[in-house]
């Protein structure tokens, strides 16, 4: 069974076609790089799993349990976490503070002993900062830990993004353009790690990226949109060979192609 199952998904704003009965699927354990030109749908088709926009039409199951009509919260509770393409983080907070508030839904229970400052909350605490520190140390931040975000460069607070997401534990990732605005060295070490939280901690990621060489060497399959519809889907050697995305990509500028 598909871990997330799109299907027939639609939606316009105000009139205009954002997605048009788009259907795929995330296996678990997977990574599915989800691709097309500027405005084609991407970051849309993400907000609708997300559960920011509730999509006209068509179903999106998670683990089998329909997403259409949740709460955020309970999407969350579920085991989805997402990065944002523009992003949105605490600028003026630390790097370890951060990285801490993606805990928070996995520790909410523990607020009220917090305030009380119980034995367990002490205890809560300790295993929060150690959570913490495990995935500062993973996603190689160890240097910029106690920095302010804002301080940092663009490419660094997109791993601190990414490294947030992470503290929920998730089974599923939604990752919008984790690789831009960074150099060649930084974009290969995203890379890297996606391919590390899957076969370390079996995350399954839906990855939009721009940079064809993240998407080629991370993805295990890849799904192409245009103008909001699905125009192919397939390994990165076919969709690298398949005329119906050359022709897509045709209209943008080369990096991007
Ligand atoms: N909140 C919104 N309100 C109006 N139009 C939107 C909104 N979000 C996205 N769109 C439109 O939907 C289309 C797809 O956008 P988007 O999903 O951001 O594309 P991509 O991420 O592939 O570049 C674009 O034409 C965009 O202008
Ligand atoms: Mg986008």
Do not use: W
């Not at 390994?235 to 050359?246: D, G, H, L, Q």
């Amino acid at each position: 069974m598909a871990l997330l199952e799109l299907s027939g998904i639609s939606l316009s704003f105000s009139g205009l076609r954002a997605l048009s009965d788009v259907s795929f699927s995330v296996a678990e354990s997977q990574i599915v790089g989800l691709i097309g030109p500027n405005g084609a749908g991407k970051s849309t088709l993400i907000n609708c799993v997300s559960h920011l926009y509730r999509p006209e039409r068509g179903s999106i199951l998670f683990n089998g349990q329909e997403l259409v009509g949740r709460s955020t919260p309970e999407v969350a509770a579920m085991g989805i976490r997402r990065t944002f393409q523009n992003l949105e983080l605490f600028r003026e907070v630390s790097v370890r503070e951060n990285i801490t508030l993606g805990l928070v839904y996995r520790y909410r229970a523990g607020i009220l002993s917090d305030f009380l400052n119980l034995p367990s909350a002490r205890a809560m605490r300790r295993e929060a900062n150690a959570e913490t520190a495990a995935i500062i140390e993973r996603l190689g931040l160890n240097d910029v830990a106690d920095v302010r975000v804002c301080e940092l460069s663009y490419g660094l607070q997109k791993s601190v993004e990414m490294a947030r997401a992470l503290a929920g534990r998730p089974k599923l990732m939604l990752l919008d353009e984790p690789a831009a605005g960074m150099n060649p060295e930084e974009s290969r070490r995203v890379a890297d790690t996606v391919r590390r939280l899957r076969d370390e901690n079996g995350i399954s990621i839906l990855l939009v990226e721009h940079d064809m060489r993240v998407v080629m060497s991370a993805c295990d399959r890849i799904v192409v949109l245009d103008h909001g519809e699905k125009i192919a889907e397939g390994t990165p050697a076919e969709i690298r060979n398949s005329p119906a995305v050359i022709k897509a990509y045709l209209g943008e500028d080369d990096d991007h192609a």
